[in-house]
């Protein structure tokens, strides 16, 4: 599964957001779990944030091999709520 995190450079909780996603990519790192940083007013990102329905910043979604999502966070996640959508 691959996550994707959704960050703007003017916000002050996508920090928190970032380093909560490396945490549970770390501590699940036998599970195949990897995640991309994509900043909001990118090329990159303009081009898939309607695709995923982004409107907010932070917001992490969680892919499948497919490409589809498993799990969308927006905000920062709690230890506990990231535990949840697992």
Known sequence: MQLLVFVSSHCPHCPKAVTAVKEAVSQYSG???SYRKIRAKTVE????LGRYEIKACPTIIGLNDSEKIV???????????AQERN
């Open 71 to 81: 799990c969308k966070i927006v905000g920062v996640p709690s230890e506990k709520k």
């Open 45 to 48: 990102a303009k081009q898939i």
């Open 31 to 33: 599970y195949n779990l």
